[in-house]
């Protein structure tokens, strides 16, 4: 496995390398020097060349796009109910159209989301209520495919990077999982 992560992270930087002029140095160097057919990632990192870039940087992260914003404050958002494994009871509020993986990162609420919120895994399962339930349209056949694979799956689970909050959902109440199946 790492030799194919080696070889395929050393293919696209020799590509970037030859494309973009950038020096090959330190460890990067012992990657790049291996052979490689050029043409496979030429449509790919080509464009996003710059003549005074010497590095590129990527990120897989979802990002909450709302902390610029800051929280909002009681009474300014939506209110959110977590039920932690516990049974504690934690109140938030989250912006509209914010996930609820978001607001539960957003105020350090222990939800994994593996995937940063690609509907890659089940990893952000949450057990609504049946009244919060009912609000929400149903779910996508991609968004059951993953449900599938969730530890503890009920009538009224939903992952939470698919419930976006507005103002219907002001007062969701979501149980967190005993545990999450991170396969």
């Not at 790492?2 to 070889?7: C, D, E, N, P």
């Not at 010497?54 to 796009?65: D, K, L, M």
């Not at 404050?73 to 996930?99: C, K, L, R």
Request: charged share 20%; proline share 4%; net charge negative.
């Amino acid at each position: 496995m790492a030799t194919i992560l080696a070889t395929r992270f050393g293919a696209a930087l020799r590509q970037m390398a030859t494309h973009c002029g950038a020096q090959q140095t330190g460890i990067a160097n012992k990657i790049i020097r291996a052979p490689v057919n050029t043409s496979i990632f030429t449509n790919l990192i080509k464009p996003a060349c710059r003549s005074n870039w010497t590095t590129a940087s990527f990120s897989t992260a979802s990002g909450v796009q709302y902390s610029k914003r800051g929280r909002p404050g009681p009474g300014q958002g939506f209110t959110v109910n977590f039920i932690m494994q516990d049974g504690e009871e934690i109140s938030v509020q989250a912006h509209e159209g914010e996930s609820l993986l978001d607001v539960a990162w957003a105020n350090d609420i222990d939800i994994e989301g593996a995937c940063e919120a690609s509907l890659a895994c089940s990893t952000c399962h949450l057990i609504l209520d049946p009244e919060s339930y009912s609000r929400l349209e149903e779910p996508t056949d991609e968004e059951n495919d993953m449900l599938d694979l969730a530890f503890g799956l009920t009538d009224t689970s939903r992952l939470g990077c698919q419930v976006l909050m507005n103002k219907e959902l002001n007062g969701i109440i979501a149980k967190l999982p005993t545990m999450t199946r991170n396969a």
